[in-house]
């Protein structure tokens, strides 16, 4: 039998005949969640069990006048309080207003070898009315929704490539295996007009449609303990300016905006490696990479904008083969695709609101060490008991993992004594 065609049970045990796979680590695969077993089994190749994250809570997320508690799957200390933060901040100026392009989808299919490549595009643009035939029948069910062709373009590239780009409405899906099945069936459709060779007939993950967030801020909703309102709007507006012009800083302005967003993404179930695709490829459209996010200041107010593409389903994919996906979605009040895209770029400016106030003000280590002091403390072996005492001896002294291994011991020994003292008494 082959490996992929065993349950995650033997292949854990193929796995520990083979001497990759210990024991102690099998059962930590192997351990229970809430993945039904058809799930765990049958939902990705290989699987030998489960991989669980903490599910955090951005808290009180106001986007477009409704509050939203929004799920994120995330393994970074201080990711989560951030956001919130950044929500606390943002719901006390009214919150985020959120807006989101028609969704669509878009596929190519591109031809080569072909005798006469300007002929073979007006045979193309002939035969459009064919074409939203084709598309039609490739999945009846987009069409009865109110879905399929928008349109069609035709181009020529490097004088040799024919490339036909289908616009698709998916609707609620994401639409990439949508995408996919209609190229597909629109190649094996113009392969009989022409005597070119399809090359390839798939979706692109280019940005299609654009979210927009925005969020006005009264400047003295901003200051931190030592820091005055004003001070930091300015930095804010600064470090903007800077990421425009430095690449280097854009990077890091966007992860600390992509932070939330992949978590709240994977929470819902939807596909992290589309988003970042697309965001990567927005972020260098111009050429030279740029922010997803500007901040300025507008008559007295901090004003900060975000613009990305987020490329998601509210039904499909995975979504409904995981239950807690479907929860998230529930918990987060995302009623329908727009709504779920509208709040996750809401998260991601707030996100990214709460890291540049932390950096224009006391530097992001004061923050976020506060909060990685746990993941030391438990990456040191502390249990639920010892965290408390070896999260503040770290707070106190060096945060690191060597540190924290001796700080345990300190901590366990003197319980030791503790304890045999109490003995002595008894
Ligand atoms: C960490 C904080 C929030 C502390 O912030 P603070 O001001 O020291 O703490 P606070 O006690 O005044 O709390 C303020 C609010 O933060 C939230 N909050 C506070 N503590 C918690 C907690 N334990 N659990 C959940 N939420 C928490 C909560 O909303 C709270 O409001 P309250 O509810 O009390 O009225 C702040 O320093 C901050 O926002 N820092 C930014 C941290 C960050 O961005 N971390 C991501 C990792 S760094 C990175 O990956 C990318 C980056 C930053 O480099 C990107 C870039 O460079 O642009
Ligand atoms: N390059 C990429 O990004 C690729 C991604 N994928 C994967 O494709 C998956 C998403 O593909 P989809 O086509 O979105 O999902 P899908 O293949 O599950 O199709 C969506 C299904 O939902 C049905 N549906 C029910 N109610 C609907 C509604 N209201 N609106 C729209 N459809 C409705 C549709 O009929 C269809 O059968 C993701 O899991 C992604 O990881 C697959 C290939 C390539």
Do not use: C
């Amino acid at each position: 039998m082959k490996f992929y065609e065993k349950t995650p049970e033997e292949r854990r045990a193929q796995l520990i005949r083979e001497g990759s796979l210990t024991q102690a680590d099998a059962r930590l695969f192997a351990a229970k969640s809430s993945l039904p077993a058809a799930t765990e089994a049958k939902l990705i190749e290989n699987s030998i069990g489960e991989f669980s994250l903490p599910l955090g809570i951005a808290r009180n997320l106001l986007v477009n006048g409704q509050l939203h508690q929004v799920p994120l799957a995330n393994e970074e200390p201080s990711v989560v309080a951030a956001a919130s933060n950044g929500a606390r901040i943002a719901a006390e100026n009214g919150g985020v207003v959120a807006r989101v392009d028609p969704h669509q989808v878009v596929a190519e299919v591109v031809l080569t070898d072909l005798a006469d490549v300007k002929a073979a595009k007006q045979t193309i643009l002939a035969h459009q009315a064919e074409i939203k035939a084709v598309v039609a029948a490739a999945h009846p069910s987009m069409i009865q929704r109110g879905g399929g062709l928008v349109g069609v373009t035709v181009s020529v590239l490097a004088n040799r490539f024919l490339k036909i780009r289908l616009t698709l409405d998916p609707k609620e899906a994401m639409g990439a295996n949508y995408a996919n099945t209609v190229a597909e069936a629109v190649a094996a459709v113009v392969k009989t007009w022409l005597n070119g060779t399809i090359l390839v007939s798939i979706l692109t993950n280019a940005p299609a449609e654009l979210v927009t967030a925005t969020v006005q801020l009264d400047p003295t909703t901003l200051a931190t303990k030592t820091v005055p309102g004003d001070v930091i709007a300015k930095k804010i507006v600064q470090l903007s300016e800077l990421a425009f012009v430095d690449p280097e800083r854009a990077v890091t302005h966007n992860k600390g905006i992509l932070n939330g967003v992949i978590g709240a993404v994977l929470a819902t179930g939807n596909d992290t490696r589309a988003i970042a695709a697309s965001v990567g490829a927005f972020a260098a459209a111009s050429g030279q990479y740029q922010p997803l996010s500007r901040w300025v200041m507008h008559a007295g107010k901090l004003e900060g904008t975000l613009q990305m593409p987020l490329p998601l389903g509210a039904v499909g994919g995975a979504i409904g083969a995981l239950p807690v996906a479907q929860a998230a979605r529930r918990l987060g009040g995302y009623r329908d695709l727009a709504t779920m895209q509208q709040v996750i770029a809401a998260l991601g400016l707030v996100q990214n609101l709460a890291a540049l106030r932390a950096l224009a003000g006391p530097g992001i280590q004061a923050g976020h060490m506060k909060l990685q002091a746990n993941a030391l403390a438990i990456a040191a072996g502390a249990d639920e008991r010892e965290l408390p005492a070896l999260v503040a001896a770290l707070r106190e002294g060096q945060m690191n993992l060597a540190h924290a291994k001796t700080y345990l011991a300190n901590i366990r020994s003197n319980q030791k004594v503790g304890q045999s003292k109490n003995e002595n008494r008894d």
